[in-house]
């Protein structure tokens, strides 16, 4: 009797050769989401840090918010900068719409508050984005195993069935259905492995993705920190380069 994975395979019957192809597909979709997702936290991470970075200088230094606002043009693949340039293309174009009123203490405050809240909602829209295909694979994880178990229930009631059965061979005892109680386990060892690899990358991705959005979180509550303590006190001549752009449409994730 041949206890290998192709003679397992040629002695299963129907219904568990059903369960294992169904598991197969359930493993080669779960490994699609993992490489798609992988790519996509990787490239998102290293466009962010890259404009976090360029952006920085910009923001710090007095007058050259117009570059800042532009800037986002050229970033528009990075998850921070659809949170991050919104709000600067926001706060310039309040700005000039106060006029001299923008040294009022009160007047900045709400243009802040509105611009954070921005940021707020633009960040919940990217880790919505980030988040795609994950409930998928916690289905994946949480569902395999009974998809196997599904399979071992119908190959051990065939199992019994052949024992006792004499015209089957069931008169030699466990000896004549090992195969078949075999084919049963084989199922539930299948559905096992997929959902430990799909568990596994879900918990990895979760992680990441709360890291990420911790990142974005600070560096948003930090833009709109400096933009206070650089627009406090201090009126606001409008920039050429912040009128263009301020009309300009917004990047949606």
Known sequence: ?????????NQMGAVAKV???????????????VLERFLTFRKGKQRSLAY?????????ARGRLGEAVALTQSYKDAPAARVMGPALNDFVAGLDGLGAAASDAVELEMLIHGVTRGMERAKKREVAALQRGLPVLATISSSAPFVGLFGT??????????M???SKGGGGGLASVSAGIAEALLTTAV???????????????????DQFSAVIEDSAGELADQLSRGTRGAGHTPSPVASVTAGAP???P
């Open 153 to 162: 229930v119908f190959g051990i009631i065939t199992a019994f069935q052949q």
């Open 52 to 60: 976090l970075g360029a952006l920085q200088p910009l923001v710090s």
């Open 19 to 33: 369960v294992v192809l169904i598991l197969l597909g359930m493993s080669m979709y779960a490994i699609g989401i």
């Open 191 to 209: 559905g096992l492995a997929v959902a430990i690899g799909s568990v596994w990358f879900y918990n990895f991705f979760v992680t990441k993705l």
């Open 1 to 9: 009797m041949d206890f290998s994975l192709l003679g397992l395979w």
């Open 164 to 166: 006792a059965d004499p």
């Open 250 to 252: 917004v990047a949606t």
